[in-house]
């Protein structure tokens, strides 16, 4: 079946910095959504991307989809304490979302 | 106000026994779903009704049933509780089937507990 990898799985940084995480996929889709997940909360879309090199904002966070559209990045600036959660980058497949494993975010103050 | 709300938050019980979990959006959408949690975080989809229709069962024992008695609900029955079945439980809608006009939203998940 079509799979999302995103890397890194997790990552510890200190309150200020920027951060990067990306999902990669052996096939082409049509949409890139990423969604954030707080502790004990379900996910929640933070920005969707529908064309391929199309370049995205929302606040402090910028995506990107892929130009060969087998990828998509999400950059998120500044990091502060709230930032801290679970991301997931997410796709299309058949009548379906389909979802990378996740990169945990820790941010230490 | 709440977008998509399930019920209970929280469920702990024997294996063996028969649980229920409740969903139901307000969104006016056409779409819902169930997706699993596993104790790594994967999402993984087990079920989806368009309009009351059932669109996807995700190879899922058929110990699970869904009912969706009208397009603003989508419960979750599970017979025969099995210790692995423990994990998170998430309903969520879209607009329509394609879901990617606005994404899913979802609900704040049901942590099921086998014991």
């Known amino acids: 079946g079509q799979q999302l990898n995103q890397s890194p799985q997790s990552m510890f940084i200190q309150e200020g910095e920027d951060v990067s995480m990306n999902c990669t996929s052996s096939?082409?889709?049509?949409?890139w959504l990423w969604y954030k997940q707080d502790p004990g909360e379900g996910p929640v879309l933070l920005i969707a991307l529908y064309k391929a090199g199309e370049l995205t904002s929302n606040g402090r966070l910028t995506a990107q989809f892929g130009i060969t559209r087998k990828d998509s990045f999400l950059n998120i600036s500044a990091s502060i304490p709230s930032d801290v959660g679970i991301y997931f980058c997410?796709?299309?497949?058949?009548?379906?979302?389909?979802f990378g494993q996740g990169t945990r975010l820790t941010i230490n103050p | 106000d709440t977008a998509v709300s399930q019920t209970p938050k929280y469920l702990v019980t024997q294996m063996g026994n028969d649980k229920s979990i409740k969903c139901e959006q307000n969104l006016g959408h056409d779409t819902m779903y169930w997706y699993k949690q596993d104790s790594k975080k994967f999402l993984k989809i087990m079920f989806s009704?368009?309009?009351?229709?059932?669109?996807i069962n995700e190879t899922v024992p058929n110990r699970f049933s869904p009912k969706s008695p009208d397009k603003a609900h989508l419960n979750l029955h599970i017979n025969s509780l099995e210790l692995g079945d423990s994990a998170v439980y998430f309903c969520?809608?879209?607009?329509?089937?394609?879901?990617?006009?606005?994404?899913?939203?979802f609900g704040s998940g049901t942590r099921l507990t086998v014991v």
């Open positions: 997410a796709s299309r497949g058949a009548q379906k979302l389909v």
């Open positions: 009704y368009n309009n009351k229709e059932l669109i």
């Open positions: 096939s082409i889709f049509n949409t």
């Open positions: 969520a809608s879209s607009q329509d089937l394609t879901g990617v006009s606005y994404g899913y939203t």
